[in-house]
């Protein structure tokens, strides 16, 4: 499923225009990401958490070469699922 076929959806389920589908959808993103923008974790009841996760710096192995080279620190976002999504996906 790709974001438009999330606001067919939606559009469909909810029975509101597809343009106002688009424009929660939108809304709906756009807020998830400024909450992780601020470090803030977003939690969705029965669905999971999403969060930043700090990785620390590393060394790995140069694909090109086959030399060691220092990875940097990076911040990445992670998504934990609640346990209800887990089973439901069984």
Avoid: C, W, Y
């Avoid at 424009?23 to 756009?30: G, I, R």
Wanted: proline share 3%.
């Amino acid at each position: 499923m790709n974001k438009a076929d999330l606001i067919a959806v939606v559009n469909e389920k909810v029975g509101i225009t597809k343009k106002d589908a688009e424009h929660a959808v939108n809304v709906l993103f756009d807020e998830i990401q400024k909450a992780l923008e601020k470090g803030e974790s977003v939690k969705v009841s029965s669905f999971g958490v999403f969060a930043i996760k700090n990785r620390k710096e590393r060394v790995g192995t140069s694909p090109v070469d086959g030399k060691k080279i220092t990875i940097p620190a990076t911040k990445t976002i992670g998504f934990k699922p609640s346990k209800n999504l887990k089973e439901v996906i069984k």
